[in-house]
Nanobody
Framework: VQLQASGGGLVQAGGSLRLSCVAS????????LGWFRQAPGKEREFVAS?????????RYADSVKGRFIIFRDNAKNTVYLQMHSLRPDDTAVYYC????????????WGQGTQVTVSS
């Protein structure tokens, strides 16, 4: 079971980036996939999550609502995080993670991808 994140990079403030998370090794139809981020010197924080099947609406942290969009492509086993209007405080390592829909904790984690937003 693996989650592979990619798409990070360096972008100017106000720009956009799209992160991808490819899931492999199992059927994720009963899973919730989420994005988290960790900035230097700060704790990891929730960014957004989406159910693999459309049983509920996506969830977003208040800090990214209206700027970030999480969506999935089931045929490609991929979840995306489209980020718009990026700000320097969005700079962090972004991680994708998965949890079984009845679990409260995420038990599967991918490697991080660095997002750096310059002012």
């Amino acid at each position: 079971v693996q989650l592979q994140a990619s798409g990070g990079g360096l972008v100017q403030a106000g720009g956009s980036l799209r992160l991808s998370c490819v899931a492999s090794g199992r059927t994720f139809s009963s899973y919730v996939l989420g994005w988290f981020r960790q900035a230097p010197g700060k704790e990891r924080e929730f960014v957004a999550s989406i159910s693999w099947t459309p049983v509920s609406s996506p969830r977003y942290a208040d800090s990214v609502k209206g700027r970030f969009i999480i969506f999935r492509d089931n045929a490609k086993n991929t979840v995306y995080l489209q980020m718009h209007s990026l700000r320097p405080d969005d700079t962090a390592v972004y991680y994708c993670a998965g949890r079984y829909r009845t679990n409260s904790d995420y038990e599967i984690w991918g490697q991080g991808t660095q997002v750096t937003v310059s002012s």
